[in-house]
């Protein structure tokens, strides 16, 4: 054992190691000893007085404290196309942003975005975290204080749930259900939930109300069905504020193309119209392929509501400040007005000034004819209504945005 005691008798110069019994006086080693135990001793001084200094030591985070007048919402896939838009239109509003994301889908680079928009602290900070891990949840809820929390993350294409409905079982339900008890052990009692219009399945009547009765034909409808059944479940005995927004087909960016749609290459597959018509107008896809043209419509092509993204995200803003504790609030979000594919990829066209190559092919199984929202009730309860109607206009800005980022967000796609 070493032993670095000096006893009264020993004089400085002399004073010695002790091993195992045996006495030995080496000076040299000595006065080395000496300056590396100076040395240990002034770093970890210094180290003490770094830390002290820094925000997080002698200041505990902004984020971890309730704020008079600050309203805190974590954004769960706040990196993704929707929760990215909606942290920009919540920072722009003053609100206190959290993202919490796991990166499977979204993108760093609009985090990013957000960041050097907003740079003051406590204002956006950025969690990567998944939301299936229950450990990860529970510490991101008792390390900060959240006022309300707007839930987007999800993965959300029809088509791959019904190759991995597990998967969509897991990461839809069961992660809501996770989020949800972590909500109710820390007291954060606003909840914003971002549901689908695919919860309906395939109603007989049009328009869908929040009447309509909600018979879900796909894993991602039933997945999203069972986290509000679960949501409405758990709120009948609790004072939770709670409003359920049901989208439908959302389209569109930011007007100031900041941010965008940019989902993973390897989802353009799954992907979604508006996807699809750019990347036909970009010539990475060689044309779009409607599929169904007898349908009884208009033009005989299925007819969707397409709603622009900052309208949507107006209606989690106008939610989130009408939500009532111990009340439940359930919307569809749509335009009220259904558009053929055909009235679609005109508009597309006309945005990008492409004539994107079309072939008109045979119903896929599965799709249905005709969906679109009777938005009066959120008109009436939230006194919201969408404004951007105009597919070109709608699309003319998404493809700004598209147009000057070849490769969406680019490589950002490791912490940083
Ligand atoms: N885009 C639409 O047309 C549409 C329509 C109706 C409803 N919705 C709903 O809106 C929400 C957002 O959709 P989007 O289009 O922005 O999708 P998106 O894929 O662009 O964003 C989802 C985000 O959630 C993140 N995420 C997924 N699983 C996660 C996990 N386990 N932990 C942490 N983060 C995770 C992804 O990385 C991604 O950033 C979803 O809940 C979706 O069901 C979207």
């Given at each position: 054992m070493l032993n670095f005691g000096r006893t009264r008798s020993q004089p400085r110069s002399t004073r010695s190691m002790s091993f195992g019994g045996m006495d030995y006086a080496d000076p040299k080693r000595k006065s080395n000893l000496i300056g590396k135990i100076l040395l240990a001793a002034a770093l970890t001084a210094l180290c003490i007085i770094m830390l002290k200094q820094s925000p997080s030591f002698s200041t505990p985070s902004?984020f971890s404290?309730?704020?008079?007048?600050?309203?805190?919402?974590?954004?769960?896939?706040?990196?993704?196309?929707?929760?990215?838009?909606?942290?920009?239109?919540?920072?722009?509003?003053?609100?206190?942003?959290?993202?919490?994301?796991?990166?499977?889908?979204?993108?760093?680079?609009?985090?990013?975005?957000?960041?050097?928009?907003?740079?003051?602290p406590?204002?956006?900070?950025?969690i990567y975290a998944?939301?299936?891990d229950?450990k990860s949840?529970n510490k991101i809820?008792s390390e900060?204080?959240?006022?309300?929390?707007?839930?987007?993350?999800?993965?959300?294409?029809?088509?791959?749930?019904?190759?991995?409905?597990?998967?969509?079982?897991?990461?839809?339900?069961?992660?809501?259900?996770?989020?949800?008890?972590?909500?109710?052990?820390?007291?954060?009692?606003?909840?914003?939930?971002?549901?689908?219009?695919?919860?309906?399945?395939?109603?007989?009547?049009?328009?869908?109300?929040?009447?309509?009765?909600?018979?879900?034909?796909?894993?991602?409808?039933?997945?999203?069905?069972?986290?509000?059944?679960?949501?409405?479940?758990?709120?009948?005995?609790?004072?939770?504020?709670?409003?359920?927004?049901?989208?439908?087909?959302?389209?569109?960016?930011?007007?100031?193309?900041?941010?965008?749609?940019?989902?993973?290459?390897?989802?353009?597959?799954?992907?979604?119209?508006?996807?699809?018509?750019?990347?036909?107008?970009?010539?990475?896809?060689?044309?779009?392929?409607?599929?169904?043209?007898?349908?009884?419509?208009?033009?005989?092509?299925?007819?969707?509501?397409?709603?622009?993204?900052?309208?949507?995200?107006?209606?989690?803003?106008?939610?989130?400040?009408?939500?009532?504790?111990?009340?439940?609030?359930?919307?569809?979000?749509?335009?009220?007005?259904?558009?053929?594919?055909?009235?679609?990829?005109?508009?597309?066209?006309?945005?990008?000034?492409?004539?994107?190559?079309?072939?008109?092919?045979?119903?896929?199984?599965?799709?249905?004819?005709?969906?679109?929202?009777?938005?009066?009730?959120?008109?009436?309860?939230?006194?919201?209504?969408?404004?951007?109607?105009?597919?070109?206009?709608?699309?003319?800005?998404?493809?700004?945005?598209?147009?000057?980022?070849?490769?969406?967000?680019?490589?950002?796609?490791a912490m940083y």
């Amino acid at each position: 054992m070493l032993n670095f005691g000096r006893t009264r008798s020993q004089p400085r110069s002399t004073r010695s190691m002790s091993f195992g019994g045996m006495d030995y006086a080496d000076p040299k080693r000595k006065s080395n000893l000496i300056g590396k135990i100076l040395l240990a001793a002034a770093l970890t001084a210094l180290c003490i007085i770094m830390l002290k200094q820094s925000p997080s030591f002698s200041t505990p985070s902004p984020f971890s404290l309730r704020e008079e007048g600050v309203t805190h919402v974590l954004v769960t896939g706040g990196a993704g196309y929707i929760g990215s838009h909606a942290a920009l239109r919540l920072l722009k509003d003053y609100y206190r942003v959290t993202i919490v994301d796991n990166l499977s889908r979204g993108n760093l680079g609009a985090v990013k975005v957000l960041q050097d928009l907003f740079p003051k602290p406590g204002r956006l900070q950025f969690i990567y975290a998944d939301l299936g891990d229950a450990k990860s949840v529970n510490k991101i809820f008792s390390e900060n204080k959240f006022d309300a929390v707007m839930h987007f993350a999800a993965v959300a294409y029809v088509g791959e749930s019904t190759v991995y409905p597990l998967k969509y079982y897991h990461n839809i339900t069961s992660n809501t259900l996770l989020v949800l008890e972590s909500m109710a052990a820390h007291g954060v009692k606003t909840l914003i939930y971002s549901s689908t219009c695919a919860t309906y399945g395939e109603p007989e009547k049009m328009p869908i109300t929040e009447e309509t009765q909600q018979v879900p034909i796909n894993p991602y409808g039933k997945a999203k069905k069972m986290a509000e059944d679960i949501i409405l479940d758990f709120s009948k005995n609790s004072d939770m504020a709670v409003m359920i927004l049901r989208y439908f087909n959302v389209i569109g960016s930011d007007p100031d193309g900041r941010l965008g749609e940019a989902p993973r290459p390897e989802l353009r597959e799954q992907g979604r119209i508006s996807g699809a018509c750019f990347d036909a107008a970009r010539g990475i896809i060689s044309g779009l392929k409607v599929k169904g043209t007898d349908y009884k419509t208009s033009d005989g092509t299925c007819v969707r509501d397409y709603i622009d993204v900052t309208d949507l995200i107006d209606a989690h803003v106008k939610a989130l400040q009408k939500a009532q504790f111990g009340k439940v609030g359930i919307y569809n979000v749509g335009t009220g007005k259904g558009r053929s594919v055909k009235e679609f990829v005109d508009a597309c066209k006309k945005a990008t000034g492409v004539d994107i190559k079309v072939d008109f092919l045979a119903r896929r199984p599965g799709d249905y004819a005709e969906v679109y929202s009777d938005p009066t009730k959120i008109r009436r309860e939230l006194n919201w209504t969408a404004r951007y109607t105009d597919l070109q206009e709608s699309l003319q800005v998404a493809w700004r945005w598209q147009k000057s980022h070849r490769d969406g967000y680019g490589t950002l796609s490791a912490m940083y």
